[in-house]
């Protein structure tokens, strides 16, 4: 064991940190440092985090040159406002009462916005419909059922009043054909019909409660990291790529474009799935190199303490994180993760949860529904997720159809209804990058640090792993950092 590794042991069994900075002042001066007094005094210090400083008091080394890498750091003071956290005001409903309700819920918040698009004050209910009155009719409902044929739609559309067939024709309009085509099934749209003398609707317009750009910005170069999917505890988290990361954030880096981008980075935003987790699918424990959920967080947090102390960093747990599997979810259990609740550097939020840094509007969501895309919706693969993710801002809801794989919890308020404005989108999840721009919008898919899996293999899932977007919140442009390059 060299000395390194010594003293690694010994600050484990201890409980304390030795910052990235720290370490690579002692791997620089190894030959000068007696190990075993510097463990020593260590043990009379009562600091969780051994800094630079620390070690230099302890060792009274002033003539050794320290890298200018802090200095280097802007002072940019945190401004985040938690705008809607619906993880933290989970309710303990039952089943069909709270699901009615919810849906209710979704109706009455996104009936608004599609009635200011149809320029109307209220819908004609789909009950009262006849030709004895007129015509044209402006309706808003649920999409209860879906058939679609090569030139034609069948629709059931429900409202407060019943259901109806609707007929959506592509020899009518092209692009409502394929708008209805992607919406997902449990959607809210407004629709523009006439009505026949067979008492068939057939639709002419479509209107959806698009999520609107928030169009908000900073007057300064600030810059937000967004990452995901982490997976640590797996054999496939890329741990070398993972560490030389954070040696940048700490501005260990020959490019100086970079290093004038990380020094003025004030934040860090994890879009869930920071570790493997236990039992998430099958076999899982074949690919595992932690195999107990609270070690895999106290590795987890022992790569993350070492990111710089000014970043702020906002958390979000995914579904392999410890918290229930219905959306939406609470934060990440403090039981098995107390180590970064007792760290003010971390936000713990739920899954989905709506934030503001500077102005600058995000969603912050794990993803879970985009993969039911791939199913549910034709032509929607893991190759152009950007369109995906545009689904869900159009019909502004996380995980709109119930009862697919994206578990939806019994809540009597429907919480997963997107903002009515957004600047940023960013999920995760599904392992690939991805960056896109809808209506001024810019959608994020985060990507992985963890390899292709078997159960990735066998289900064709090809990650993108070790690519990280870097967010410049004034101007919305993104700078992609590879680290498998």
């Not at 919810?102 to 320029?119: A, C, D, V």
């Not at 100086?256 to 987790?277: F, H, M, N, W």
Request: proline share 4%; net charge negative.
């Amino acid at each position: 064991m060299d000395k390194l590794e010594k003293l690694q042991k010994a600050l484990d069994e201890r409980g304390k940190i030795l910052t990235l900075e720290a370490e690579e002042y002692i791997r620089k001066n190894i030959d000068k440092i007696d190990v075993s007094k510097l463990i020593e005094k260590i043990d009379e210090t009562k600091d969780l985090f051994i800094t630079v400083e620390i070690l230099e008091m302890i060792l009274e080394k002033t003539e050794v040159e320290i890298t200018d890498v802090i200095d280097r750091r802007e002072k940019i003071e945190a401004k985040i406002k938690v705008i809607y956290d619906p993880g933290k005001k989970i309710t303990r409903g039952t089943g069909f009462n709270e699901y009615f309700s919810q849906f209710q819920s979704r109706y009455k918040k996104l009936k608004t916005p599609i009635l200011t698009q149809m320029k109307i004050r209220s819908p004609d209910f789909l009950a009262t419909l006849s030709l004895e009155k007129k015509e044209s009719y402006n309706i808003i409902g649920i999409v209860y059922s879906k058939k679609i044929t090569r030139d034609r739609i069948w629709l059931e559309i429900e409202d407060e009043t019943g259901v109806r067939r609707v007929l959506v024709s592509r020899g009518d309009s092209e692009k409502m054909y394929r708008t209805i085509q992607e919406i997902p099934l449990d959607s809210v749209i407004g629709l523009k019909v006439i009505l026949t003398k067979t008492d068939l609707l057939i639709a002419k317009e479509v209107y959806l409660p698009s999520v609107q750009p928030n169009n908000g910005s900073v007057d300064e170069d600030i810059f937000a990291i967004l990452t995901s999917d982490i997976h640590v505890g797996s054999e496939k988290f890329l741990e070398d790529e993972f560490k030389a990361f954070i040696d940048i954030l700490n501005g260990y880096t020959d490019d100086e474009r970079l290093r004038t981008i990380i020094s003025r980075t004030k934040y860090l935003i994890i879009a869930g799935d920071i570790v493997d987790g236990i039992g998430v699918f099958p076999d899982q424990e074949k690919e595992l190199l932690i195999t107990d959920i609270r070690e895999q967080y106290k590795e987890a947090y022992r790569l993350l303490s070492k990111i710089p102390q000014d970043i702020k960093i906002i958390m979000v747990p995914g579904n392999h994180d410890a918290t229930r599997k219905a959306l939406p979810q609470p934060p990440i259990s403090e039981e098995y993760a107390e180590e970064f609740y007792k760290d003010e550097r971390f936000l713990m939020l739920g899954n989905p949860v709506n934030v503001s840094l500077h102005g600058v509007n995000m969603y912050i969501y794990h993803g879970d529904f985009l993969q039911d895309t791939f199913t549910l919706i034709p032509g929607i693969t893991q190759n152009n997720l950007d369109k995906a993710m545009q689904i869900l801002l159009q019909v502004r809801h996380a995980a709109p159809t119930f009862g697919v794989s994206t578990r939806i919890g019994p809540e009597p308020i429907d919480k997963l209804v997107l903002p009515e404005k957004l600047d940023v989108f960013h999920t995760g999840h599904i392992h690939r990058i991805s960056v896109g721009n809808y209506n001024n919008i810019l959608m994020i898919n985060s990507g992985t640090w963890q390899k292709q899996t078997k159960y990735q293999k066998a289900n064709g899932y090809e990650p993108t792993p070790g690519i990280v977007p870097i967010v410049n919140l004034k101007t919305k442009k993104v700078v992609l950092l590879n680290l498998l390059e």
